[in-house]
Nanobody, 134 residues
């Protein structure tokens, strides 16, 4: 089971940027889908972005398209979430999670389907707080 550690959260003004990191250990991420999720106070956890590492396919929630970018550094076994043009409504605890999908049917399943199936994600980081406020 892969272990995940997030970092990079903090306080930023509206319109600012942050880059979250998700460092993995215990396994290579080659056959995983990595998701970034967030949970704001009083709200359900929601998927923000996902990447299927075997082919690089990505998914973004409508609220983050054009502002957030998910990427991966294979050498560092780390996944990033670059967040630009941040808004107060982006304030939440952000989690990265990993779903081991192997090389079977999940490799041709649309990434947005994988991303909303939280039960697939067996490994979760501890979360990092992102606060967007002036």
């Amino acid at each position: 089971q892969v272990q995940l550690v997030e970092s990079g959260g903090g306080l930023v003004q509206p319109g600012g940027s942050l880059r979250l990191s998700c460092a993995a250990s215990g396994d290579t991420l080659d056959y995983y889908a990595i998701g970034w999720f967030r949970q704001a106070p009083g709200k359900d956890r929601e998927a923000v972005s996902c990447m299927r590492n075997v082919d690089g396919s990505t998914y973004y929630a409508d609220s983050t398209k054009g502002r957030f970018t998910i990427s991966r550094d294979n050498a560092k076994n780390t996944v990033y979430l670059q967040m630009n043009s941040l808004k107060p409504e982006d304030t939440a605890v952000y989690y990265c999670a990993a779903a081991h999908i192997g090389v079977g049917a999940w490799t041709i399943t649309p990434v947005q389907v994988i991303c909303v199936m939280e039960a697939l994600f067996g490994s979760w980081g501890q979360g990092t707080q992102v606060t967007v406020s002036s």
